[in-house]
């Protein structure tokens, strides 16, 4: 680290530290947050010139304690008359982001894409940002690890600052202390940080997420992330060699959509992820045999997380290559026929409600079809509150805390049809290269394009095309809300 003042028209800031193992678009980004000077209209002289954004810090030879000089002019506000209308650009930041109609994007720090579009995923999740805002030292856990409290913590600082400002945000805090939680995501190459999978950061965050909130006031210690994510699984494992059978129960956070040449549509690729094959010790073979693992669900999330499963690791390259097969996903998913029948048998009566104000809304009669799901997409109805409205915040918190023992499951049920609500996807060849991307659907039902910090509204109509088959943005996860039913 190097401490530097640095002089803008009129104002010197004092002790601006400089991250020299960072690029110099970092040290910009910084100095956006305390001038307002975007960093592309920035002019900062030093020995030889201007400093770019990609220069090597140890050849611009910043010295300890050195003045830098810059030049530029901050984005402009518009002042509201002392009467008159009010415009949007004179109102706070927090209500500009109501008008916009979308929160803010993240700067990109070197390669981190993958970490910015997980959290704007992760970001439109309601009841994941109401935990993080109840979260403080108080209610840490006793054998939560300082580097969890802390990512926990720069997380929650994180969500506020996209809520609160229409202007990209500098995901600085968050970055470092990601880094020094998981090692991994620090890995450099010729200086600079490398590209890294965004499936394993997200995985990696809500893990972190997962220990940290959970009540340390409860001796079931309820895990709201497992609440809002976990996927319940029945196993059953059979060896047909030796006609040895046993079951087991496991808790998940995403489901996989596995792909080969006969699949061309979510629901075939989640089929086979349900059946596989596994090695292991057969006690009366005496050897190794091979066992077959079917899997049904018999228990669903109140936001279910798919991966499609394109990488995959190439001894030739040394390097994970990517599957570009197009596969269709739907915007309204129906789980049914991949859960266990007691699971089904539970989701009967919600799923008949759901049809009942489905052919009321329509005007039609009951029709008394059956539960199994359709390819179809699923309208939404009047039975439950919009995947994206603004009052259904407080009631899937309700459905949350129900889960917690809080309050009787019987306020809300789920129905096995999800809605998609994010979608995160990659562009390029490679996970560890190329370019990831958020789309996310806002409160108020439109869906916008969170790329890096460039926000770009979007039609829901083309959020289905990013299936892949070539060489543009295509889904690498999708997340859907459940679709839920008063009873």
């Known amino acids: 680290m190097v401490t530097v003042s640095v002089k803008w028209q009129k104002e010197v800031y004092p002790a601006v530290e400089i991250d020299t193992s960072q690029p110099p678009y970092v040290f910009k980004a910084q100095l956006y947050d305390l001038t307002g000077v975007p960093p592309e209209r920035q002019k900062i002289m030093v020995k030889g010139g201007l400093l770019k954004d990609d220069a090597d810090w140890s050849k611009v030879g910043v010295k300890e304690g050195q003045r830098l000089m810059m030049m530029g002019t901050a984005d402009e506000i518009v002042k509201a008359p002392e009467k008159g209308p009010v415009f949007a650009e004179d109102l706070p930041e927090e209500e500009q982001v109501v008008n916009v109609g979308h929160s803010a994007g993240l700067f990109n720090l070197g390669n981190t894409c993958y970490m910015n579009s997980t959290v704007q995923c992760l970001h439109s999740v309601p009841e994941l940002k109401s935990a993080l805002t109840e979260y403080n030292q108080l209610g840490r856990s006793n054998d939560l690890d300082h580097s969890s409290h802390l990512l926990t913590v720069a997380t929650r600082d994180l969500f506020n600052d996209l809520d609160k400002n229409v202007k990209p945000v500098a995901p600085m805090q968050f970055w470092t202390v990601l880094r020094k939680k998981y090692p991994q995501f620090g890995q450099q190459s010729n200086g600079a940080f490398m590209q890294q999978d965004a499936e394993e950061c997200w995985t990696q965050l809500l893990y972190t997420l997962s220990q940290s909130l959970k009540s340390p006031n409860s001796s079931g210690s309820p895990d709201i992330v497992k609440a809002l994510f976990g996927i319940e699984f029945d196993n059953r494992i059979h060896c047909a060699e030796s006609g040895e059978e046993s079951t087991e129960t496991e808790t998940v956070y995403s489901l996989k959509c596995h792909i080969s040449q006969e699949v061309n549509h979510l629901h075939e690729g989640l089929k086979r992820g ?127 805390n129900s889960i917690s023992g809080v309050l009787p499951e019987k306020e809300h049920h789920l129905t096995g049809i999800y809605d998609l609500v994010a979608v995160l996807t990659h562009k390029g060849r490679s996970a560890d290269s190329g370019h990831y991307v958020a789309w996310v659907k806002q409160e108020n039902g439109k869906w916008v394009q969170f790329d890096d910090d460039n926000p770009i509204p979007q039609r829901e109509e083309d959020i289905p095309k990013l299936s892949g088959g070539g060489d543009w943005h295509m889904a690498y996860i999708c997340m859907y809300k459940a679709r839920v039913v008063p009873m």
């Not at 079809?369 to 439950?384: C, L, N, Q, R, W």
Request: proline share 3%; with cysteine; glycine share 8%.
């Open 274 to 400: 349900l059946k596989s094959e596994l090695e292991k010790a057969s006690p009366s073979l005496g050897r190794s045999a091979v066992y077959v693992k079917d899997s049904r669900i018999n228990g669903l999330p109140r936001y279910l997380t798919i991966q499609f499963v394109r990488f995959f690791w190439k001894r030739e390259s040394n390097q994970k290559a990517k599957i570009l097969r197009k596969v269709d996903y739907p915007l309204s998913l129906d789980v049914y026929d991949f859960c266990s029948e007691d699971l089904r048998k539970k989701l009967e009566g919600p799923r008949q409600v759901l049809r009942d104000a489905e052919g009321k809304k329509a005007g039609l009669k009951t029709s008394g079809k059956t539960s199994s799901s359709t390819d179809g997409d699923v309208k939404m109805t009047e039975a439950e509150e919009s995947s994206s409205g603004s009052g259904e915040a407080s009631k899937t918190t309700q459905e949350v």
